[in-house]
């Protein structure tokens, strides 16, 4: 009988199971709602269900359940330390309390961790013994496997690589540092350096007509509409933001001497401006010969990585 497993991952808006095979195959799923206002325990329940449901579609008992997991939390336990989208996490133990209901084993890692995971396994970093991923959203999240391991920290998710400073006069970060590779390149930040060109005086850009010359409408995505019909500054938008996703990597790439560095996320869907950027300033930057060795490509699992790659922390 063949072994699998369940992963779930927990997002902000909605929570998607999958029965997923030892080959990484998702062989059955289901969604629900978060809702995440009604609390973690509310949450937890709604997951033991779609978790039930998984397991009833399975021909003999899966392993167990993993859980990708926004936020900072501790795997070791499988406890939250908190979670920015969704009030009332801090110190919830999300692994206790699923295991107690299920009655199986369960672990929870970081969404981007899990995410990374899956890329290592069946994705854009399969057959790489060290391999790095960013998610490029909101945020910049991102896993890192040395050797074919998850890095993790001490008593605490590692890999935040969104957090690397590139400045240190740089713009307020979430996380409450300044100049952060996240508060250049995730959405706040690439929409204020929109703003801030399209201010200019004397800066023609299809972009003004677009937001209806509003400037609160502006987003990644209307800035990448702009780029691909050939709007100069929107291009300059897209291949800045990659320059700085470079300074960002070089770091990786000096230290972790990586086979290939994967971006995912949405942002990534206008690669055809950011990598190249990116390439030249790893390419310039980053010492030899890991400069010149280290490939930066697209993520290539897309929506259900997550998930698959919480299936794998029971399955490898
Ligand atoms: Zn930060």
């Known amino acids: 009988m063949a072994r699998t497993a369940i992963g779930i991952d927990l997002g902000g808006t909605n929570i998607k199971a999958g029965l997923v ?16 206002h009604e609390g973690p325990d509310a949450v937890m329940g709604r997951m033991a269900v779609l978790a039930g449901q998984m397991r009833g579609k399975a021909e003999a008992d899966p392993v167990g359940l993993g859980v990708g997991s926004p936020g900072p939390l501790d795997p070791s336990v499988g406890q939250i330390y908190f979670t920015p989208n ?33 890329e290592h396994w069946r994705g854009a970093g399969q057959g790489t013994k ?7 959203g ?13 890095v993790n920290g001490t008593r605490v998710t590692a890999g935040e690589v969104g957090h690397i400073v590139i400045n240190d006069k740089g713009p ?13 390149c995730g959405t706040a930040g690439i929409i204020a350096r929109a703003r801030e060109l399209l201010d200019k005086p004397g800066t023609v850009s299809m972009l003004i007509e677009m937001a ?24 300059s938008i897209y291949k800045e933001t990659g320059r700085l996703l470079g ?37 310039r930057r980053a010492m030899r010969p890991g400069n010149e060795q280290v490939r ?4 290539a699992m897309g929506n259900d990585a997550g998930l698959i790659g919480a299936a794998g922390l029971l399955l490898h």
Request: glycine share 14%.
């Open 138 to 150: 909101t945020g910049i999240g991102g896993g890192i496997i040395v050797d074919g391991k998850l």
């Open 212 to 235: 209806g010359r509003d400037f609160e409408k502006l987003s990644p995505a209307l800035i990448g509409q702009a780029a691909k019909k050939g709007d100069g500054p929107a291009i």
């Open 172 to 184: 307020k970060c979430g996380c409450g540092n300044h100049g952060c590779l996240e508060a250049y």
């Open 247 to 283: 300074l960002g990597i070089v770091n990786l790439v000096n230290i972790f001497a990586p086979e290939v560095v994967i971006l995912g996320g949405g942002v990534a869907a206008n690669g055809a401006f950011i990598f190249p950027a990116v390439r030249d300033e790893v390419k």
């Open 86 to 118: 969704m009030p009332g996490w801090d110190g919830y133990p999300l692994g206790a309390r699923l295991a107690d209901r299920l009655k199986m084993p369960v672990r929870v890692e970081n969404d981007a961790n899990c995410a990374a995971l899956a």
């Open 296 to 299: 930066i490509e697209a993520a």
């Open 21 to 36: 095979a030892e080959d990484g195959t998702v062989l059955a799923q289901a969604e629900a709602k978060t809702l995440a």
């Open 130 to 136: 060290t391999m790095i991923l960013l998610t490029l």
